[in-house]
């Protein structure tokens, strides 16, 4: 069963809310250590750039994918199998 477009962006949205935390916390930290040092701000005004260009992958990914024929038995844009070709 495929997903509808919006159920795709819901899935996108909730998987990069979780990584712009983690992504958020690791540039405060990494940074740094680099020796880029930004203000809170300018790290989560960076952050959610990427967040964004994530977001659009994450969705355009997810819908090329379910665009596609699956093999998955059963379906009707299914290939036929060899005992359904014996018939």
Do not use: C, D
């Amino acid at each position: 069963m495929s997903q509808t477009r919006k159920k795709s962006l819901q899935e996108a949205l909730v998987g990069t809310a979780i990584g712009f935390v983690i992504s958020a916390t690791a540039g405060a930290v990494l940074y740094p250590l680099h020796g880029a040092h930004f203000s809170m701000a300018t790290n989560l005004w960076i952050t959610a750039e990427f967040t964004v260009i994530s977001v659009l992958r994450s969705y355009v990914v997810r819908r090329w994918f379910n665009s596609k024929p699956s093999a998955t038995p059963g379906r009707t844009n299914a290939a036929p199998t060899m005992e359904a070709n014996r018939e």
